[in-house]
């Protein structure tokens, strides 16, 4: 809670005495952390739009690449399987394990993506044709900064083992992700928010901030 305050100094005596206070501005204010790394929450984070896809899958014929040395093609389906690589107009045919690559253990085939290897027969820069299946998945998409701002109602509900529950209802909250959150790292992953709670005199013009209802 951020507080400024009025005050006012009398001059009758012969030392200038503050003889009245009061608040002329408050500045609630809001901020959390979680560790449920879930599309929501990422999507709060990111400001961002969610967008469920729904692959099918089918098979793809001569997918037109350009391939480079020790560097990934990725292709335009995941889940792929049954992967075969010839140059530009079906020749020459290269191998799997000498040519190109799937890692599974860095899940080229979840991804939907070749290594073109650096000793193989694929030259940089060379046109290559990718056939192959791809399964039918179901995935999440956060499109990151897709919105400029997060505003809405938050409730937080307490479950203390002991002592009095607390039910928090913010009418409107403006909310801006705040510090870092680790995709790689030794500790929990986290996400960090903060926000200012906003007046809604309109709405509830007896209580326009917020209710604690315990």
Known sequence: MTLEKL????????????????I?????????????VTAENLALLTLADIEVVEQIGSTVTDEVHTAYKGKRVELNFRG????????GG???????????????????????????????????????????TYATVTYTRVKAFAQTQVEGFLRFVSDNPVGTQQE????????????????????????????????????HPDSPYYDIIM
């Open 7 to 22: 005050e006012h100094f009398s001059s009758r005596g012969g030392l200038k005495a503050k003889d009245k206070e009061v």
């Open 24 to 36: 002329s501005q408050v500045t609630p204010s809001i901020a959390f952390t979680l560790d449920e």
């Open 80 to 87: 792929i399987s049954s992967v075969s690589v010839t140059g």
């Open 90 to 132: 079906g020749t020459p045919s290269y191998v799997n394990g000498t040519d190109f690559k799937i890692d599974t253990s860095l899940k080229d085939n979840t991804i939907g993506r070749i290594l073109i290897l650096e000793d193989g027969a694929i030259a940089d820069g060379a046109t290559i044709e990718v056939s192959y």
């Open 168 to 203: 928090l209802q913010i009418w409107r909250t403006s909310l801006t992700p705040s510090g870092d959150t680790a995709m790689i790292g030794d500790d929990w992953s986290t996400l960090s928010f903060s926000g200012e709670i906003l007046k809604d005199e309109t709405g």
